[in-house]
């Protein structure tokens, strides 16, 4: 495997997303670019890339210490950034890693960065042990969150914003949620045993593995006995309850996991909506592999009624509406770089035509979760507030935020009643 290919491209996707953008997106580019990745390269390139924004307070806060003065070169800084994350993260061979990140960081400008780089590692070697003990004494590189996002937590959640931050910094578990139309957690906890995976059961239908695989390895998985899904988001169906005959709307409904659970749940008349036709795709070939082949799917603007909505009422809706989706940074941590203090309420601003108009579609007597993966108030329970206050005819009596655990990604749930 090519460790310096890696490291490379992980630099680019580092240096990217401190200009802003996203690092899902880099990694497609990436490697549409660089079609002949190995698997290996690609794991290797998806740990340093990921690795990295998880880790970047610290690795930030350590590079710091090593310098006189802050580097102005943004390719430099982001190669010496995944060298970092390499020496101090990972069990890579130490020269291995200060020998090919001195060859790439010798290839910037006329190679003049190349033995201030070798120097600023192998210190780095030395000094590690002290390092790692001052970051203990830093919250943003302790925590890996930016200063403003620890402030948010220690006030909106006095009580648990410890935990909250150090759950927000590791490695998310990989969860499945059982296909209840082929069997349980119990059952399927005996399949997973038999192909020796280890997995625990979380309730009657999900189970967490003890270590992440490719979905390939699952038994059963292309046949559509389990899918991976948060715990968390495993919630949304419970709580909006489907029954048989029904007609529900799953807006906003890519990539299909709620949709998919749904009607695992209940045999209804399944509508799938999604703004972006790519990402209804991954909907149909979730529901394709699930052995749903009745799903309703539209691509539109679900505020745009006309180009989507027959006037037929639905008994159910799940408004899984966009966020800052500050609850799921676990799998996602460019996030934590990425938001701004005001972004909350900008995507408030957004989510209040979606749900005005999704509301209109719901039948009297009928519900609407609103649901989003932030913990983030102005996109939560003060967007519940202000919803209430606009419709007299909509109840809630049991809004639930779900914080970050071991078990599970962040997750608001409200379970909104249109009065019959």
């Given at each position: 495997m090519s460790m310096a290919l890696a490291q490379k491209l992980a630099a680019e996707t580092a240096a990217a997303v401190a200009a802003g953008q996203n690092l899902q997106d880099v990694l497609?580019?990436?490697?549409?670019?660089?079609?002949?990745?190995?698997?290996?390269?690609?794991?290797?390139?998806?740990?340093?890339a990921y690795g990295s924004q998880r880790y970047l307070g610290s690795l930030k806060f350590m590079l710091g210490k090593l310098l006189n003065k802050p580097i102005d070169n943004q390719e430099l800084e982001s190669l010496l950034i995944t060298a970092l994350?390499?020496?101090?993260y990972t069990r890579n061979a130490p020269h291995a890693v200060v020998n090919e990140a001195v060859e790439a960081v010798g290839r910037i400008g006329r190679?003049?960065?190349?033995?201030?780089a070798n120097a600023v590692l192998r210190r780095f070697l030395h000094e590690r042990d002290k390092l790692a003990s001052w970051c203990k004494a830093d919250d943003v590189a302790k925590y890996n969150l930016p200063r403003w996002w620890l402030a948010y937590l220690q006030n909106h959640y006095p009580k648990h914003w410890h935990n909250i931050a150090a759950a927000l910094q590791s490695h998310p578990p990989m969860t499945l949620r059982v296909n209840r139309r082929h069997g349980n957690a119990e059952s399927y906890l005996a399949k997973l045993a038999a192909a020796g995976i280890e997995a625990r059961a979380l309730d009657d239908y999900?189970?967490?593995?003890?270590?992440?695989v490719p979905v390939g390895s699952l038994p059963g998985f292309s046949d559509g006995l389990v899918s991976v899904q948060d715990f968390g988001a495993q919630q949304a169906a419970y709580l909006l309850q489907p029954q048989n005959d029904e007609r529900i709307l799953d807006a906003c409904a890519a990539p299909g996991g709620k949709t998919g659970h749904i009607l695992e749940m209940a045999d209804c008349g399944m509508t799938a909506l999604d703004i972006d036709a790519g990402r209804l795709k991954r909907v149909a070939d979730n529901l394709s592999r699930l052995g749903f082949q009745t799903a309703s799917l539209a691509a539109a603007d679900a505020r745009d009624l006309a180009s989507w909505y027959d006037g037929r009422q639905f008994d159910a809706v799940l408004a899984d509406v966009p966020c800052t989706a500050s609850g799921v940074v676990r799998r996602n941590p460019d996030i934590k770089w990425l938001r701004r203090p005001t972004d909350a309420a900008k995507t408030a601003r957004q989510q209040e035509g979606l749900l005005d108009a999704l509301w209109t579609t719901v039948k009297p007597g009928g519900r609407m979760l609103f649901a989003t993966c932030s913990l983030f108030?102005?996109?939560?329970?003060?967007?519940?507030?202000?919803?209430?206050?606009?419709?007299?005819?909509?109840?809630?009596?049991?809004p639930q935020t779900l914080l970050p655990t071991p078990s599970q990604d962040g997750f608001f749930y409200a379970l909104i009643r249109k009065r019959p």
């Open positions: 497609a580019r990436i490697r549409a670019a660089h079609p002949d990745l190995s698997a290996q390269e690609n794991g290797a390139l998806q740990d340093i994350y390499q020496l101090h190679g003049q960065y190349r033995s201030f999900a189970v967490t593995l003890a270590e992440a108030t102005e996109e939560n329970s003060l967007q519940l507030q202000r919803f209430l206050a606009r419709h007299a005819d909509a109840s809630c009596s049991d």
